[in-house]
């Protein structure tokens, strides 16, 4: 059993920017992969990003790389989400997963998830 705990979110106005965090009391946190996924009104969940166990490979939806940064320190059994720039199309549930094996990232593969965390951008 594999609990998430997401940190971070709230309400900011566009251009400025947020940190989310997912910590995890696993103590086989690093053998998981790990990704964050997004839910807007009326749409449906969205990947945003994914890191590899190891950290080195990062991976990003749509056109999110380049503001998005995921990352994780797996000392501390945290992933981070690193958002710049928002807009507010980026307005949000956010949702921390975990996967125990290598895979595409889609939700249906991962394995745990957080209750999620609310991101409003205004402008």
């Known amino acids: 059993q594999v609990q998430l705990v997401e940190s971070g979110g709230g309400s900011v106005q566009a251009g400025g920017s947020l940190r989310l965090s997912c910590a995890t009391s696993?103590?086989?946190?690093?053998?998981?992969?790990m990704a964050w996924f997004r839910q807007a009104p009326g749409k449906e969940r969205e990947f945003v990003a994914g890191?590899?166990?190891?950290?080195?490979?990062?991976y990003y939806g749509g056109s999110l790389e380049g503001r998005f940064t995921i990352s994780r320190d797996n000392a501390k059994n945290t992933v981070y989400l690193q958002m710049n720039k928002l807009k507010p199309a980026d307005t949000a549930v956010y949702y921390c997963?975990?996967?125990?094996?290598?895979?595409?990232?889609?939700?249906?593969?991962?394995?745990?998830w957080g209750k999620g965390t609310l991101v409003t951008v205004s402008s």
């Open positions: 890191i590899r166990t190891t950290g080195y490979s990062t």
């Open positions: 997963a975990a996967a125990r094996y290598y895979g595409v990232w889609e939700a249906t593969r991962m394995d745990y």
């Open positions: 696993e103590r086989t946190f690093s053998n998981y992969e």
